[in-house]
Every structure is written in structure tokens, then in C-alpha cells.
């Protein structure tokens, strides 16, 4: 498996490069220049115009200016921002990727185990109404339009039955009264608490993890017992520290903030694995070793979950896999829907103010985000095929 | 058969002519297959019901509909006096509807929009123009991805590796950033759209798909007697290779449709095409004028755009689902 | 101990459901298995002999149904017992060596999981030890390295895969053990070596076996007994030496004729024309008429009935062949009989 994942990590690497390369053929095809707003102003002397486009190095030939491209990626010089001056691009990218990382694993996460769950049920039963019935609503959730459909959430949830907030990431009058001692400002708070958040969730599944190693020497039965009170008694525990915290309420402001995005990712993305799952285990089915779990007498539930599902695993996680840039834009349409501050509104926002500098620096970071899934998602189907893992 | 086991020296029918007799019976052989799944002819039938939209606005407007008032882009109907309002057969609707004199209950049958234009007109012109977009990103994908496919599994070695590579770079990134930039950057109408689209989809998973499956066409016998029998490269490609890679390729087609309304929708939506009508644009307008978060009473602004989308969408998908059981023989039932 | 045959068929009938109609897999066949017996069933594909398996075991898919008959296991009719009851008797009272070993197990879980997890089902509590030395014992037996339990099903060979499905069916100790050609898809020296240890446990562990196959070289190594199978229904059943020497069946005598004798005489392998029926529309009567040459009115009209006629010697036939000679004085049974 080490030789597969370095191999991998390759590749993925020079797809990096060719993104890069990519981004920088947009850069120097687009209308213009990156000096497109700061000298478009009639105002400014020709004279001046040309020395600040000579100063930024604007006139050296294109090799040069793919060589400096390259030195600033690596270095983390991503340039200043115009919408946002005076904040270089990479501190903005830092404040907004744990937010975009947030959303996108989360719903990732809670999409991939609804879907899986519900799939690997409906395959056991073929035909019939239920079956059409549930590739129809499947379907509907598929395809629902993203945008329109969490907008209806806002509408129904926030607007009309007032369960939950309207959008962005916090309630600002009940922050602006917050104390935390260093800090200023609402934004600063508002990281803060987050990281902390991020820091707890962190920690619980590393636990989570070491957990399910310890017991993989127990039998069957137990062990799902343990992993069970264990996971839940992550979950209270992590739940009673931050209640009996001072920023619990701000905490729990921010995850309030955080569900209907959530949930609106979630539902949109997970027709789509059902679906997927779904097909994989009908194509499952047909395999022998289905025979003889059913010849040994296992009951349905175990054949199904133990046999079958564990195989239909692997395709489903490569279709997630191959899926994982359509999350990563629904993640992104829902953002600008709900206000939720990471990169895919700042995408946005920033297009929309030609902020050339951020535009780049937030989409080269798009792609990193999106390489890394990537490999992190491979790493783990090798891991989970002892075909590979063991070869 | 006698034409096809007579011998050599007797004259038998024309290659293409063969070609087509057993095209059309996998053809029918296939729609039997098809049409015993509910779910594909559903798909179906929504497509069928979307083109006959498309194909009767112009029908209507030349016809019963007066084009002042019931155009898409600049109609408006002065005898309303405050837009938008309901449609004109609700019940209630004479006390919302605020007019000159008592209308014609079928006169707007969902209402008018934040501009006065008549909402159904608008839901129509668009299907036009989504199939559009739809089909030529979907035959811009499978152009490029069948070619590509067949050309990396065929030539292998470096041309394989360096397609692959930049297949792994449209495949692993999110279209919606990229198409938001790009949109941004250059002026886009719905034809750079499909061919923007066509190329980044095209590129990306489909063409690996497509590869693998011509990997294993490629190892099949009448490749290597084509080969031996002096056919070139080209030939070899486009004669044997491609035809047994277009079920594949059609399926995908179907997925790509999907995906490009959708896009299309969403880039609309945020405002930024150059797109004077679609459904992603009537959604935009009610949003901006305000009118999309406010109460269940102007629900005909607020569904029709998007149901269509969710509607056409999942045809599509329901067409490409069923052709899967078709074209893929493990996932039949006996 | 009880006593009385470990297993009992009597007019088992199965059927499959398709898309042209259905197909009439197994029909009226009858037999009994005594305790520690080994019965070959040999016949062509699609003769019946994997669906008499299967029914067996009642691992039918979905369009397939016992229609008639009774199958007692113990005593215990098969076919009428619940769901729940039957997955008490899988495995543990008759269990199954696969054809095809190759995606018999499953790949994603360890060998010796999957042996102890049918182990865990069936015989109540143990430990992790005493599994674990119980799948070492069974992997000694069939001849495998104790240490590959822990290894996965793409790391053995074929040859070692069909042991461990062996050691598999083994594991909890069934009364009847049905291999379904367990050694179709290995070559010829590994075979060899399957077959005799087969054979071989099957003795030692006084198993009820009954062994599938289209190779009557085989059955005859393997089987006490011997079942001839034609297009669903059983035409012979009789001890191995009897259906060797003493062929009753025209159609067990073309099989056999099928070979040549390397002792004997060289003479021109005698083929039977014709095909196997196509069980969506058998034929009227006997299956066998229109290929048999003895055949009569009555073949064409009436099923013949499967009796034993004498010594546990069971054929159905209008003109049972007695008195044959067997195979090695072709010269006399060849005139102008086939």
C-alpha cells in the first residue's frame, strides 16, 4: 500500500502543477490585467499607469512572469487584496478555509452515512412500487435545484417558522455584548470560539479512532457495544465541557448557524449516494460469495450488511470519490445562499469586485482543497481494499 | 444469412448495409429491455412533454397569444396595474389583481412576474434554449471524451499519460469555481457556456470511464485482425473502437445534460451570464426584486423556474438510469 | 444416533420462472443418502444436478420454486420448514463445497473469519483460542498452512482456495456435505490431489456426500453410489460397480460408451445424436425418446416410472437394458444400435 500511496501522491501532485499552469494561462488570457481596477480610472496619467505595470513586472516576457508565479505560490505570497486592502490574500484564505472545511466535511460525512444506510436497505428489496418510488425521490433530491432549495429551507425554517437563523455564520448582537478576554471585534470572537469548536471535533475523533482500534481484537457483538457507549459518551462529554464553558452559548450560536447549510448539503448530496449505493449493491448481489454467506445460514440483515454492503462499499466510495468536486461546488452554491463566510462566497464576492489578486488566491486554494480530498479519499479506499492493501 | 456464409467469391451485401440491419435490432432488442423499466419511459415522457413546450411557444405566440403583452423578454400587460400578480384562474385572485377591467381567467395561467412579463411564456421560451445548451454540451463531451478515451486506451504509453494528467485536472475540480471565474472574465452566452462546459466534463471522469472501457474492446480479436489486415491507426479508431464505446458514451451524454442545466442555472441565478431568458434568470429576478422569501402567495414566482429545472434534470437522469440497465447486463433482473 | 437414511428425497420438483415461460429444472426425482454414503449425480450441463443442490439447501433465487416433493434431512422436511428453522440446518446439518471457488469467499474479509463467523452461528459460545485452534485443526485437514487464516482470499491460489472452502463446509461438523464440481476449474494435478482428499475426509469423518459432476471418471472415484441425471429427471441410480457393469438405462450406457477404454479395444467413440431437450417444453413421455433408439409408442406416450428392479438398482425406463454387456465387448452392443 505504501508504493500505491506514494504513486498517488505523484500524480496528484503534478495535477496540482497542471492546475497551477492552468490558472495562470486564465490570468494572462483575460481581458486586461490584473491593474484592470486600480488603472482604469481616467484620472490616472498614462505615465504612471505604464511605470506601476512595469514595476509589477507586467511587461516581462510570459516566461518569467510563469517563473515568478511559481515562486510566490511556493513562498505564500499570494499577493494583497483590493476588495479587502490592506489584507494579503493568504490571511484571508486562512480565515475562511476551516469554515468552507467545516461545511464540506460535515455534510460529506452525514450525506455519505444516510445514503450508504438508506441504499444498502432499498437494494434488498427489487421492484415493485417501492423500488421505483424510491429511485423517484432519490432522483428528486439529485437533481433539486441547489440554490432555489435552500432558499425554501431559509424560508421554511428561518423566515416563516423562526427555528433557526436566516444565514452567515453568527448572530452579531449577541456577539458584540460577548466577552473574551484579547479579543476585539465580533470577526476575531467569532474565529476564536470557532477554532475552539474545530479543536473539540477534532480531538473527539481522534479518540473516536483510537477507540475503534483498541477494540478491534474483541469479538463481533461486544465490540459494537463498546464502540456504541463509547461514541456516545464522546459525544456527552464533549457537549457537557462546552455547556459548562463561558463561550458555550456563542458556541452553540455558531452551530445553530451552521445546521440548515448543513442539512441543505446533505439532503441535496445524498440522493446521489443512495442511488449509487444502491446500484452497487444490486450489482453485488450477483456474486458468489453472497451464495455462501446465505448457504451458511446467516440471517438476510447480517448477509446484506456484513457481505454485501463491505463490498458495495468500495465502488460507492469511488463514485463519492469522483463526486467529490460536485459536493465541493453544491458546497459552494451554498454558501452564497446562506451567507456562510468561507471560500465559496468569498469566491464570489470577490469576482464580483474584480479583486483579481483574491480571485486567484481563493481558487488556487479551491483546487488544493480539492486535490487533497482527493488524495485523502484514495488513501482511505486503499486502505479499505485488502486487495491493495495487502498486495 | 446466406450472404454472409456464401463464399468469397460471391457477392454479398454492402458492409454498411449489414451494419445497419444489426444496429437496428440491437436497437429494438434494446428499447425492449428499456421499456420494461417504468422509470426510464417516465424520463422519457417528461423530455417528450419539455420538447412539446418548447416547440408550441412559438406556435402560441404567433397564434392565440399577443405578443405585446405575452412576449418573454419585454412583454407587459398594462390592463394589471401592480406587477407581479397571481395567476388569473385562482379563486381569490380578482381581489389580488388590481386591472382595468375583469380578465379572462386563462389570460395568465401563472401569474406575471416582478416585470409584468407572463411567467408560463418565459418557462417556455427557456426550455428552448436549456435543450439547447443541454444537447451541445452533451455532444461536446462526448466528442471529446470518446475521442480521448479511445485515442489514450489505443496509443497507450506517453499520449495515455499526458491525457490522463489533464483529465485528472478537470475531473478533480469543483466546475461551479471555475465556471464562476471564467464567467466573470469573459462574456459568456449560453453557446461558450455548453462549449466551456462541454470541454471541462468532457475531460474529466467520463473520458477515464470511456478508457477503461476501450481497454478492454482493444484486446478483443477483430482489433488485432484489423490491425494485421494493414487498417491504419485512424481507421482502427474510429471504424472498431469508437461504435462499441457509443453506448457508454450515450449514457453519459444523458448525465452531461443534467449537469449543464444545472450549471447553467446556478451560474444564472448568481447573475452571472449573458443570458437574456432562463429559468435560472427567472429566479434571479424574483429574488432580486425580493419577492422569493416573502410569503406562500407568490408561490408562482417561486416554483414554476425551479421545478422545471428539478424536473427536466431528473428526466435526463432517469433516461441515463434506465439505458444503464440496458447497456450494462449485470444489474438486469432475470 | 438416529438411524435411517441422513437424507430423504422423494419427488422433488422445481421450478424456474423466465422471461419465455418456465423451465421445468427438476422433476419427479427420488433418492435416498445413507449415513456416511457417497452418491455421485453425473449427467450433462443443464441436466439438473447443481438445481437438485441447490434445492436441497433451498439456496433458490427468486424465480425458482419447489414445486412438489419433500426433502427430509434428520427427519425434518426441508421444504416445508420455516425460514428460521432452515437457516439452523444450513451449514450445520448439510453444508456445500462450491463450484468455483475462485469468488466462493469473500474478498474483503480474512479466511479464517469467514469459517469461524458460520462457526460462531452454529456452535454456540467460544472463545477467540479455541476458534482460532479449531480453524487451524480444519486447515490441517484439508492440507493448508494453519498460519493463511489470517490472510485474505486474493492472497492464495486456486488449488488453495478450494481447500479452504473445504475446511469451510467442514467446519461444523455437517452430516451431509454436497460438492457441487469442486474441482472443475483447477488443473489436472491439483485435482487429482482435491479429489482423493475428498474422498478421503469423507470417509474418516463419516460424512454423507453427494458429489456433482459431468465427469464420470470422477464420480467413479468418489462414489459409492452412482445417480444418472437426464434433462431434470433421475434415469439410473444404482452402486458404482452395478452402473459400471450393469448399465440398465440406454442413456447411462451412451455415457458410458463416451469413452474410450484404454484397456479394451480401440474402436470409434460412439456419440449420441441429438441434444437435451429444452426443459421450457419437455417432451411427452419418457425425456429421453427422441434421442433413444429403443424407443416405442409408449416411450413417446407414458413417463416411465423409477423402480428399483432388483439390488437397490433403480432405473426408469419402458426397455431397461438387462442383460447388457458392458462397454468393453463394444462389437456386440454397437450393431446397428447406435
Known amino acids: ?391 | 444469412m446466406n450472404a454472409t456464409t456464401g463464399s468469397l467469391t460471391q457477392s454479398h451485401p454492402a458492409l454498411w448495409r449489414i451494419r445497419l440491419r444489426l444496429a437496428w435490432k440491437s436497437l429494438r432488442s434494446g428499447w425492449a429491455l428499456y421499456s420494461e423499466n417504468p422509470v426510464g419511459l417516465v424520463g422519457l415522457a417528461l423530455i417528450a412533454a419539455f420538447g412539446l413546450m418548447a416547440l408550441i411557444h412559438p406556435i402560441l405566440m404567433a397564434t392565440v397569444w399577443h405578443p405585446p403583452i405575452y412576449d418573454p423578454l419585454i412583454g407587459y400587460d398594462r390592463e394589471i396595474i401592480v406587477h407581479p400578480s397571481p395567476p388569473t384562474w385562482v379563486p381569490n385572485a380578482a381581489e389580488e389583481i388590481t386591472s382595468l377591467s375583469p380578465l379572462p381567467p386563462f389570460r395568465h395561467i401563472l401569474g406575471t412576474d416582478p416585470l409584468g412579463r407572463d411567467v408560463l411564456s418565459q418557462l417556455m421560451f427557456s426550455t428552448r434554449s436549456e435543450f439547447a445548451l443541454g444537447i451541445m454540451a452533451a455532444l461536446v463531451t462526448v466528442l471529446i471524451a470518446t475521442t480521448v478515451g479511445a485515442v489514450s486506451a489505443y496509443f497507450g504509453g506517453l499520449v495515455d499519460a499526458i491525457l490522463m494528467r489533464i483529465a485528472d485536472v478537470m475531473f478533480m475540480l469543483p466546475f461551479i469555481a471555475i465556471l464562476i471565474v471564467l464567467s466573470s472574465l469573459f462574456d459568456f452566452q449560453m453557446v461558450h457556456l455548453a462549449l466551456v462546459y462541454g470541454l471541462l466534463a468532457g475531460f474529466g471522469g467520463n473520458t477515464m470511464v470511456i478508457k477503461s472501457q476501450a481497454l478492454t474492446v482493444k484486446v478483443k480479436a477483430y482489433i488485432e485482425a484489423a490491425r494485421v489486415a494493414g487498417g491504419s491507426d485512424l481507421h482502427i479508431i474510429f471504424t472498431h473502437l469508437v461504435p462499441n464505446l457509443l453506448p457508454l458514451s450515450f449514457l453519459f451524454m444523458m448525465v452531461t445534460v443534467t449537469n449543464a442545466i444545472f450549471s447553467e442555472a446556478v451560474l444564472s441565478f448568481l447573475g452571472l451570464l449573458n443570458i437574456r431568458m432562463s429559468w435560472g434568470i427567472m429566479i434571479q429576478i424574483t429574488q432580486a426584486a425580493g419577492y422569493l422569501l416573502i410569503s406562500w402567495k407568490y408561490w408562482y414566482l417561486m416554483f414554476p423556474a425551479g421545478i422545471a429545472i428539478s424536473l427536466l434534470c431528473s428526466a435526463f437522469y432517469l433516461v441515463g438510469r434506465a439505458m444503464d440497465e440496458v447497456v450494462n447486463p449485470r444489474l438486469r433482473k432475470r | 444416533m438416529m438411524n435411517g437414511p441422513a437424507l430423504s428425497v422423494y419427488n422433488l420438483t422445481m421450478h424456474y420462472g423466465t422471461r419465455q415461460g418456465e423451465v421445468s429444472a427438476v422433476d419427479g426425482v427420488s433418492f435416498d443418502l445413507a449415513r456416511g454414503q457417497s452418491l455421485g449425480i453425473v449427467g450433462e450441463s443443464g441436466c439438473g444436478k447443481t438445481s437438485i443442490a441447490f434445492s436441497l439447501m433451498r439456496l433458490l433465487p427468486d424465480n425458482a420454486r419447489i414445486k412438489d416433493g419433500y426433502i427430509l434431512i434428520n427427519g425434518r422436511d426441508i421444504v416445508a420448514m420455516d425460514y428460521d428453522e432452515l437457516l439452523k440446518v444450513r451449514w450445520r446439518r448439510i453444508a456445500m463445497v462450491f463450484q468455483a471457488a475462485m469468488n466462493a469467499l469473500n474478498p474483503v474479509h480474512k479466511v479464517g473469519q469467514q469459517i469461524i463467523e458460520a462457526m460462531d452461528l452454529h456452535l454456540g459460545v467460544m472463545t477467540t483460542e479455541e476458534s482460532r485452534e479449531r480453524v487451524a485443526g480444519l486447515f490441517d485437514l484439508v492440507g493448508l498452512d494453519p498460519a493463511l487464516m489470517d490472510r485474505y482470499p486474493h492472497e492464495f491460489s486456486g488449488g488453495m482456495r478450494q481447500r479452504a472452502v473445504i475446511a469451510m463446509a467442514l467446519c461444523c461438523n455437517p452430516e451431509i456435505i454436497i460438492a457441487d464440481e469442486p474441482t472443475t476449474a483447477l488443473d489436472v494435478i491439483v485435482q487429482d490431489r482435491i479429489l482423493k482428499r475428498i474422498r478421503t475426509l469423507q470417509i474418516e469423518l463419516n460424512m454423507a456426500m453427494i458429489y456433482i459432476s459431468h465427469d464420470i471418471a470422477v464420480i467413479a472415484e468418489v462414489s459409492d453410489r452412482i445417480a444418472v441425471m437426464y434433462a431434470g429427471r433421475m434415469a439410473e441410480l444404482a452402486d458404482a460397480m452395478d452402473v459400471f457393469k450393469h448399465p440398465l438405462h440406454p442413456y447411462t450406457y451412451a455415457l458410458l460408451s463416451a469413452f474410450p477404454s484404454i484397456k479394451g479395444e480401440r474402436r470409434a467413440l460412439m456419440t449420441l445424436p441429438g441434444e437435451p431437450p429444452d426443459l421450457l417444453n419437455p417432451p411427452d413421455g419418457c425425456r429421453f425418446h427422441p434421442r433413444c433408439p429403443y424407443a416405442s409408442d409408449r416411450c413417446r406416450a407414458e413417463q416411465p416410472p423409477f423402480e428399483d428392479l432388483g439390488n437397490d438398482h433403480f432405473v426408469a425406463c419402458w426397455h431397461p437394458l438387462a442383460g447388457t454387456p458392458s462397454p468393453s465387448r463394444p462389437r456386440q452392443a454397437a450393431q446397428g444400435v447406435f
Open chain 1, 1 to 391: 500500500m505504501g508504493r500505491y500511496v506514494l504513486r498517488r501522491s505523484a500524480q496528484i501532485l503534478l495535477t496540482l502543477f497542471l492546475f497551477q499552469t492552468l490558472l495562470f494561462v486564465i490570468l494572462t488570457a483575460m481581458p486586461g490585467d490584473v491593474t484592470n481596477q486600480m488603472l482604469n480610472n481616467p484620472d490616472v496619467p498614462p505615465a504612471v499607469a505604464a511605470e506601476t505595470r512595469r514595476a509589477l513586472g507586467l511587461d516581462d516576457p510570459v516566461l518569467v512572469q510563469y517563473g515568478r508565479w511559481w515562486w510566490n505560490f511556493i513562498r505564500g505570497d499570494l499577493g494583497v487584496s483590493y476588495s479587502e486592502y490592506p489584507e494579503p490574500v493568504v490571511d484571508i484564505i486562512r480565515e475562511r478555509i476551516p469554515r468552507t472545511l467545516t461545511l464540506f466535511l460535515t455534510a460529506s460525512l452525514v450525506q455519505f452515512l444516510v445514503g450508504f444506510a438508506l441504499g444498502r436497505v432499498l437494494a434488498w428489496r427489487r421492484g415493485g412500487l417501492f423500488e421505483y418510488g424510491s429511485t423517484i425521490v432519490g432522483v428528486m433530491f439529485y437533481t433539486v435545484f441547489t440554490p432555489w432549495f435552500g432558499l425554501m429551507m431559509i424560508f421554511i425554517f428561518g423566515a416563516r417558522l423562526r427555528w433557526l437563523p436566516l444565514g452567515k455564520f453568527l448572530d452579531p448582537m449577541l456577539w458584540s455584548q460577548a466577552v473574551i478576554p484579547g479579543l476585539e471585534g465580533s470577526g476575531s470572537k467569532g474565529n476564536y470560539v470557532f477554532g475552539r469548536l474545530l479543536l473539540t471535533a477534532g480531538l473527539a475523533v481522534m479518540l473516536w479512532l483510537v477507540m475503534v482500534v483498541i477494540t478491534r481484537k474483541m469479538p463481533r457483538r461486544r465490540r459494537l457495544q463498546t464502540l456504541q457507549l463509547g461514541t456516545a459518551g464522546l459525544l456527552v462529554a464533549a457537549i457537557v465541557l462546552w455547556a459548562a464553558s463561558d463561550i458555550g452559548n456563542l458556541g452553540w450560536d455558531i452551530v445553530k448557524h451552521m445546521i440548515l447549510p448543513v442539512v441543505t448539503v446533505t439532503l441535496v448530496g445524498f440522493g446521489r449516494t443512495m442511488l449509487t449505493t444502491r446500484q452497487t449493491m444490486l450489482e453485488t448481489l450477483g456474486e458468489d460469495y453472497i451464495q455462501t454467506a446465505r448457504a451458511k445460514g446467516l440471517p438476510e440483515s447480517e448477509v446484506r450488511d456484513r457481505h454485501a454492503a463491505r463490498n458495495a462499499l468500495l465502488p460507492v466510495l469511488t463514485g463519492l470519490i469522483i463526486g467529490l468536486p460536485y459536493t465541493l461546488s453544491g458546497g459552494i452554491v451554498t454558501e452564497t445562499i446562506f451567507s456562510w463566510p468561507g471560500m465559496g462566497l468569498t469566491l464570489l464576492t470577490a469576482t464580483n469586485a474584480e479583486d483579481v489578486p483574491l480571485v486567484m488566491g481563493t481558487l488556487s486554494f479551491i483546487g488544493v482543497l480539492s486535490l487533497g480530498a482527493h488524495l485523502a479519499a484514495d488513501v482511505m479506499y486503499a486502505f479499505l481494499d485488502p486487495r491493495i492493501r495487502y498486495s
